[in-house]
């Protein structure tokens, strides 16, 4: 089992700048592939970052460019840093983990996760 809890949201301005963390315990996040997601009112929870075992990293379309997701196995704790923030990045932030990966393989779905944790609130304004 491992637990996973987010931290970072909040409301900035588009244009804006901010830096999500997702903080692992139970077990070493260095055996996982970390991910993020997000979910805005009214839509599916869809995919925006993953970082595999080695450290690669993949991005949705989106977001290619603005955000950067990163690991630190020595912290358990995966980070995702969002510049040139836009009014439809406003969601609830997901930080996901899954076991038994293939290290070279990047996950995108959320049902290749095992773990989520509750979600942080991220609001851009115009």
């Known amino acids: 089992q491992v637990q996973l809890v987010e931290s970072g949201g909040g409301s900035v301005q588009a244009g804006g700048s901010l830096r999500l963390s997702c903080a692992a315990s139970g077990r070493s996040a260095s055996s996982f592939a970390m991910g993020w997601f997000r979910q805005a009112p009214g839509k599916e929870r869809e995919f925006v970052a993953t970082v595999s075992l080695n450290s690669n990293t993949y991005y949705a379309d989106s977001v290619k460019g603005r955000f950067t997701i990163s690991r630190d196995n020595a912290k358990n704790t995966v980070y995702l840093q969002m510049n040139s923030l836009k009014p439809e990045d406003t969601a609830v932030y997901y930080c996901?983990?899954?076991?038994?990966?293939?290290?070279?393989?990047?996950?995108?779905?959320?049902?290749?996760?095992?773990?989520w944790g509750q979600g942080t609130q991220v609001t851009v304004s115009s």
């Open positions: 996901a983990a899954r076991d038994n990966v293939i290290s070279w393989l990047f996950y995108v779905r959320t049902n290749d996760y095992n773990y």
